[in-house]
């Protein structure tokens, strides 16, 4: 079980739950790159005029200034404020290095974010994402919002969370209808979609009604897009079948349908269309996702993104983008408090190299050296205490195998798991395969 941070959202893991978040970072650096994602990193701080102009809430930005400095203007654009994701930062990057990027460009990129928000299950004001996107320069073909999908699900079966599902719509499948139905201001239907899940039918239904101006009707409509889900693509039948006409509405099905025809055959049961998925960020506009894990759903989106036309542009020139990002701190949280992973040992030490005596410690450094030298990771006793505390030490430390020398310069080595002593050779003893690197299972 993870320990609770000592101050409230800001998290801090021990060695060996470090090591599961570890494992958790290089798997999905292994799996995007796989997939051909190039990785950068951007700075820590942004302009708060940079932060804010999409309509972020400026509460949950923490800005940035030295404690002795004169109080600041908050309403100064220009004034240091630390990221709250990874998206923004990722557009202005795009924009400043466009003259040294070839497009379509692919990143991946992992890095902590701030967001000043009240601390519970699954929520951080600080806290880790891995994101992916692929930009374009004034278009980029959909094919990358299959193929999106498809690096994700790869990316996730790789990871000791157990089963998943990514939950797919499309804004302009959702608009489409909307429109059909008569309805004027479809982006506030779809803010009152968003928050079915807080509030339920009858919630949202009266929202529907009462804020956005929807007959009941209409509302009953709405919902009734908002409850088909399908694992294929059976959800175009059943939209059809409500009776609702749009042009849009007929694009955002064709596109879904291609996502989802796509998932159904090369990654079975993980993606699901989900016509209720509605994501409250405006710059969303085609396809929306949302990701949970099975029997977890309170935790919330786990990974999350969408297709944007214009969160990226200079002048003329457009960048639009597909991306989705994973909560890692979200996920590690779980993982470590319903114990679904775990580390080998709380260290990456395997070997422990014992001192026979005070005149030892350069011998002892030999035989380190020559294990380094061949990949095997070690450390050495600090003082010759008796062999038996040398031990305890080494078992305290989670370190399997402990390092002997005798006075006529052989050696060898102990399994102190099992107990089994033999002969060893620095120069070519290596641990079973399994001990060789810490492993989380």
Known sequence: ??????????????????????????????????????????????????????????????????????????????????????????????????????????????????????????????????????????????????????????????????????????????????????????????????????????????????????????????????????????????????????????????????????ASKRAPGKVMADLSIARGLDYYTGTVYETVLVGHESLGSICSGGRYESLASKGKKNYPGVGLSIGVTRLISRILAEELASAARAVPSVVYVTLANADSWHQAQDVASALRARGIACEVASSAEKFGKQIKYADRRGIPFVWFTQEDGTHEVKDIRSGEQLSADAASWTPPAEDLHNTVN
């Open 1 to 262: 079980m993870a320990r609770k941070a000592s101050l409230s959202g800001f998290p801090e893991w021990l060695p060996a739950e470090r090591a599961v978040e570890q494992h958790v970072l290089d798997t999905l650096r292994r799996t995007f790159e796989l997939h051909g994602f190039a990785n950068i990193e951007t700075r820590a701080v942004e302009t708060r005029g940079q932060l804010l102009r999409k309509g972020e809430i400026d509460k949950e930005v923490y800005g940035l200034s030295r404690l002795a400095a004169e109080a600041e203007d908050k309403n100064d654009p220009n004034a240091l404020a630390l990221h709250f994701d990874l998206t923004v930062p990722f557009a202005r990057y795009v924009v400043e290095n466009a003259g040294h990027l070839a497009f379509p460009f692919r990143r991946y990129q992992m890095q902590k974010v701030w967001r000043g928000e009240r601390p519970q299950d699954g929520r951080f004001r600080e806290f880790t994402q891995a994101d992916i996107d692929v930009v374009g320069e004034g278009s980029l073909p959909f094919s990358y919002d299959v193929e999106l999908a498809l690096t994700i699900a790869d990316a996730l079966s790789a990871l000791p969370i157990g089963d998943f599902r990514l939950r797919v719509n499309n804004r302009k499948l959702a608009e489409g209808f909307y429109r059909g139905l008569g309805l004027a201001d479809p982006d506030a239907v779809l803010r009152a979609i968003d928050k079915l899940e807080k509030i339920g039918e009858d919630g949202v239904a009266k929202i529907l009604v009462t804020e956005v101006g929807a007959s009941e009707e209409q509302a009953r409509a709405a919902l009734a897009l908002a409850a088909i889900r399908t694992l294929d693509t059976g959800f175009v039948a059943q939209v059809r079948a409500l009776g609702v006409e749009h042009e849009l509405l007929d694009t955002g099905l064709d596109e879904l349908a291609q996502v989802i025809d796509a």
